[in-house]
């Protein structure tokens, strides 16, 4: 019974060889949960989800996807820099350095995002610096960039909610990278639905696929959902794994990892 137990316990929370249906689906669960209870963390403090909690934010979406490629390149190694726990270890520290911005907010009246920001960005930086001498193709940058430069110039055409295009830009600028790096230079999409759609319809379906399901989720978002802060907090996530999953792929693809 206890073996059945810590198999289970190590199916759930522990890195597996390789991606499945079975634990994709599980990690969803998990991801899904993990983020209803930072929402009741958010709104416990009585922090808005606005373009301040943006900006606290997104350098720890830098730092995680950095961290998890210096475990690939082997720089540092623990079960806690790979999927799922990465998203554990970064949220615990995001959470950390929240409570403490908060603390420095009451006592010397210094914004809490501006805090957060600082910190975030500091933790990043660092773990940039051990792998920008690392960075040997600088084609990938030229690519990613020709590839995005439509999608950039059809928002800046289109009337749309800011929030809306910066979320749908993070996600087109994921499925573009992973585009990139399998068209040109032979890497393979771990992730199983991804993985399907390109090799039966090829690489440039994935990003076409993404446009179409996160343009339709915003504009449900939009239609349907009300309240504000639970809407723009799901725009804050599906914008967040977005841009981590595709800065982590661009540092793979640069490195040539």
């Known amino acids: 019974m206890i073996e059945i137990i810590k198999r289970i316990i190590e199916f759930l929370f ?3 060889p390789e991606y499945t249906f079975f634990n994709t689906f599980i990690y969803a669960i998990e ?3 993990a983020s209803y209870f930072f929402f009741i963390f958010l709104k416990r403090l009585k922090i808005k989800i606005d373009k301040k909690l943006v900006i606290s934010f997104f350098p720890f979406v830098l730092f995680g996807s950095s961290l998890r490629v210096l475990e690939d390149v082997g720089i540092v190694e623990s079960i806690f820099f790979i999927t799922p726990l990465i998203y554990l270890f970064v949220g ?3 959470i950390s350095v929240l409570l403490m911005s908060f603390v420095l907010q009451k006592k010397f009246k210094i914004q809490y995002y501006k805090t957060s920001f600082f910190i975030g960005f500091f933790i ?3 773990n940039l610096s051990f792998l920008v001498t690392r960075i040997v193709n600088f084609n990938a940058i030229i690519l990613v960039f020709v590839f995005l430069l439509p999608w950039l110039i059809l928002l800046k055409i289109v009337k749309w909610k800011k929030e809306n295009k910066a979320v749908f830009l993070a996600q087109i600028f994921d499925g573009t990278i992973t585009f990139v ?3 040109f230079f032979g890497y393979k999409e771990m992730h199983v639905l991804p993985n399907f759609l390109i090799e039966n319809l090829g690489p440039i379906s994935f990003v076409f696929l993404k446009a179409f399901v996160v343009f339709s989720v915003l504009i449900l978002l ?3 959902l ?4 639970e809407k723009n907090f799901i725009k804050l996530i599906v914008g967040m794994l977005g841009a981590s999953t595709g800065i982590r792929d661009l540092l793979r693809i640069l490195l040539l990892v």
């Open 124 to 126: 990043s930086v660092l």
């Open 92 to 94: 615990l520290i995001l």
């Open 181 to 183: 790096g399998v068209n």
């Open 222 to 224: 939009d239609k349907f």
């Open 31 to 33: 991801f899904v949960f």
């Open 226 to 229: 009300k309240k504000k802060d």
């Open 14 to 16: 522990f890195p597996q």
